[in-house]
């Protein structure tokens, strides 16, 4: 605990790898490729889910489950589709086991499928499969759904939330009757996905397109939230593709439009993963262990008492539980560690390690002057307060813990990203100072895929909004061509 | 709509299919075996996910997300465990697919497994072989934890919710230090899923333990909670396994007890499904369509406007505004529904059909007279209310709805169980009445087999509670040998 692992700045990775295992967030699972999310990890991860349901179902959208397999002909009915996931397929051939002869356990040959089915590394093909069956007319339109699942695109190199064979996510698909009307919702659940990210995760992000090369597989447009990691690289957060008419053409799905006539559906698809608890880790936390937002902390806050002898814990007992039922009353979460068996200094350590974000402390003397100890996991400054209107104080404090922490992750931000014009500078910032590079590009795949092979920098997005000075045309740090505004190149996760 | 499907009389796995597509809860994937969970049946799983939820965790346990995937080894270590489940397990053989010389996609033959992967039929193999890591003293237990998950058992014939190759549950797995607080949990849990069928679905069950024959595949004693039908079958609503320490020997799973000596660690697992759903739809639906609990409604009450004219309308949603919120304000669910584009006949008959508790119908006279006519769909009976207090009122009415559908059920139930003495009697019983048959058995597995051989009747459980008459020693109605007690037969989903 404390400080035996390594620090962000000796070696971030497993800086991070250390707090994911410790912390009891994730662990390599003994099947390759797959995590096992622990509780404490996944109680981040369902308040995540709680907020994210609420705002679809505040945008009109409504869950649904798919099937979790894709027979492998559906798979490949949308070209690029298919080309881009089938190098990462697991595929079901058989239905059955059988014992061999010498008692071992094998794959019965006799029940081999006749046609193999993909576990879904998406559900595009599926839905609209489906959709062709709900959809006849202008007023089945627009058909905004969202799916809860796992999903599984096969990885060699995985790290815990950021690539994992499998993981969890959530999936909308939606239907509509004009292009333009798609577009509004890739762009509605982008602004969705940002205000999640800055104001539950405290994760400022960029909103922005993908280059034609950084597109989903399958879309016409794919928009993305870009986050900045303390180690200065971008973590795609959350994607929203525009995917045209390509899936309807795929699965035929036609629609008879208020004129009257019959037309192709427009499509949508938008999706945020566990990944977005590895974001969440790389954000925030520090040297001492995780460092969590509020609104998304298992426990906002841990009390732990001090005492000597079971007399003195009783009488604090009682105190808390008067303390910890006005917390309780205000809507915040709030563990009593009174355990006997391990000693403040411990459990002090314990809690800080994982990023409980305030820590009240009280012991008998506290007792006698009606005060507490109340210790910030954020800045790790602590205070005495009076008990007195406690609850108040304790809500307004957890405020500001949440404020501070997007605050600080912007300012952090804001420090790391670069203006270059020249593709000597580009690498120099790459090399020495890392961050956000703001360059101009002249909008080809060919630099753009020359770059990456050079500085292993991507295009991580076209902002949607930036600075005047970012706006202004330029020329290309590779090419010299002409650009008509700088766009986002980074290393990323 | 209406009465243009079979009625339950006429052909009842019709009706329930019927019901089940075009209520919009679920239809047939072109996943053979598969099925998609619509909004409107997928709104109502989630309602049952929350309140179950909350008393897994009112009652100590946590959620955790472990692989899909089950390396086939680890699949067979538990003997009967893999016998158990061998024969519908979807395998996955290889991970990537590639394109043909003919341009086809094809499975690349290069990227196959060097073990094959169990899509999980269940989780306990995962689960203790994570475990391990876990538990070292017996200061790490009890270790409580719950998974919702996805799982895959293969099946030829299958309906939907009842039995399908895939379907959602949720799957405990506890780990304790005694046989006792190990046997306590399974009967706890056994208690917290009566607790929900009957005060949630609102349908009486009866809990008992399963015979050697019906027990869950590595368990030393099954626990079951049994649903009557209104076709007389029984269903198996849920089962609590203890399973001894066979999982923890499978996996080297000890623990330092108390003393400081080594032992292995008591199991128990426990689960619900989606089958849930086709409970609900059976135990209370009528020839009209469906009849839903008010808890798990997805909405308590529609509210229909009557109107000729878009300025009556105007009038009555500005009257239903009011309504609407005082109802929101009570924590009722509730829908408006003033689409221009439908009659008011033609709502009235979709909305019994989806089984709405309560329908409003306003008129511009209600308005006049300050009423509204509220339907209820358990009973079709129909009053007009003052609007006065109507909030209070109609959180009553659903009380009193939810009620009824129990009492309702449990008098249907009551109705349709038999005692017999001889097998003649039996036989007749469950030719003529069917329902649910109690009779003396005298506890080997060859009477139990010959009796499901010759008249598919299955025993369902061995009751926990029952009636004195019933707890009587007697004689075998196939053997005539000595028997402890009456045990429940019936036949079955």
């Known amino acids: 605990m404390g400080k035996q692992f390594a620090t962000r700045a000796e070696n971030y990775s497993e800086w991070y790898n250390h707090l994911v295992e410790k912390a009891d967030l994730a662990e390599h699972s003994a099947v390759k490729g797959c995590m096992v999310i622990k509780p404490y990890g996944y109680s981040i991860w369902e308040k995540m889910q709680q907020a994210l349901d609420q705002m679809f179902k505040d945008t009109g959208h409504e869950n649904a489950y798919f099937p979790l397999f894709i027979p492998k002909s559906f798979f490949s009915k949308e070209a690029s ?63 905004l759904i969202n799916q809860w699942a796992n999903v599984v695109r096969w990885e060699m190199r995985t790290r815990l939330f950021l690539r994992t064979a499998e993981f969890l996510w959530q999936e909308g698909h939606t239907a509509h009757a004009t292009a333009e009307e798609a577009v509004e919702e890739t762009t509605r659940m982008l602004d969705v996905y940002a205000d999640f990210a800055e104001n539950w995760m405290a994760v400022p992000v ?111 007992n009682a105190k808390v539980e008067e303390i910890r039922k006005s917390l309780i009353k205000k809507g915040i979460r709030v563990k009593y560690d009174n355990r006997d068996t391990q000693r403040p200094g411990w459990k002090f350590a314990e809690y800080e390690f994982k990023g409980v974000p305030v820590r009240i402390a009280i012991g008998p003397r506290d007792l006698e002057s009606g005060t507490v100890e109340v210790a910030r996991r954020d800045t790790k400054e602590k205070e005495v307060l009076q008990m007195v209107d406690l ?65 292993k920098a991507t295009i991580r997005c076209i902002p949607l909004k930036q600075e005047e000075a970012d706006k202004k045309p330029g020329v290309c740090i590779y090419s010299g061509k002409p650009s008509e505004q700088r766009v986002v190149f980074a290393l990323s996760y």
């Open 391 to 455: 609850d108040n104080k304790i809500a307004h404090l957890l405020e500001n813990i949440q404020d501070n922490l997007f605050k600080k992750a912007l300012s952090f931000r804001e420090q790391n990203i670069s203006r270059v014009d020249t593709y000597a500078e580009f690498k120099k910032v790459l090399t020495e100072k890392s961050g956000f590079v703001m360059a101009h590009w002249d909008g080809t795949p060919e630099s753009e895929e020359r770059i990456k092979q050079e500085t």
């Open 206 to 316: 960029i909103k922005g397109r993908k280059t034609a090369n950084e597109r989903f597989a399958g879309a016409l447009d794919t928009y993305c939230i870009e986050a900045m990691m303390q180690d200065g690289k971008a973590l795609q957060a959350g994607t929203s593709h525009f995917l045209g008419q390509n899936f309807a053409k795929a699965f035929d799905v036609k629609f008879t439009n208020k004129e009257g006539k019959l037309d192709y559906v427009w499509a949508t698809s938008w999706g945020v993963s566990t990944r977005l608890m590895g974001a969440l880790v790389m954000a925030h936390s520090d040297d001492q262990g995780l460092v969590l937002p509020p609104k998304l902390a298992p426990y906002q806050v841990v009390i732990i008492p001090i005492y000597k002898g079971l007399e003195e814990l009783e009488k604090i």
């Open 81 to 143: 589709h298919v080309q881009g996931f089938a190098k990462e397929c697991a595929v079901v051939t058989h239905y059955r086991l059988k014992t061999a002869p010498d008692g071992s356990i094998v794959v019965d040959p006799e029940a081999k499928l006749s046609e193999e089915l993909i576990v879904r590394p998406t559900s595009e093909t599926i839905i609209w499969s489906t959709y062709k069956g709900w959809i006849q007319s202008y007023r089945d339109l627009p058909l």
